[in-house]
């Protein structure tokens, strides 16, 4: 399995709050079936970083595309999908 990194940039903080809870309940369903490595937004609520893992990009953008955010007009102003290659981890 490969892992991609989505960085999210917000452009309507308004519409954001009315998608969220949809939004982390998505990715609470992602985390239970082992497709979600790790989320959460930037300390200013200009973004997320979202930590997917996936069999391919293909999987990847099916999974960040099926998110309430991005199905959400206005929502996003930009997202950057990238292979992400992991060499240390905590162990934890």
Do not use: N
Not at 22 to 32: D, F, G, I
Not at 42 to 65: C, F, H, V
């Amino acid at each position: 399995m490969a892992k991609f990194a989505a960085i999210l940039v917000y452009a309507d903080k308004d519409k954001l709050q009315d998608v969220r809870p949809s939004h982390r309940t998505y990715l609470e369903q992602l985390l239970a079936a082992g497709k979600l490595l790790a989320s959460g937004p930037w300390t200013d609520d200009s973004g997320a970083l979202i930590l997917y893992e996936a069999a391919d990009e293909a999987e990847a953008r099916a999974l960040l595309a099926a998110d309430p955010v991005s199905q959400t007009p206005g929502v996003l102003a930009d997202v950057q999908l990238k292979e992400w290659k992991q060499i240390y981890a905590a162990e934890g």
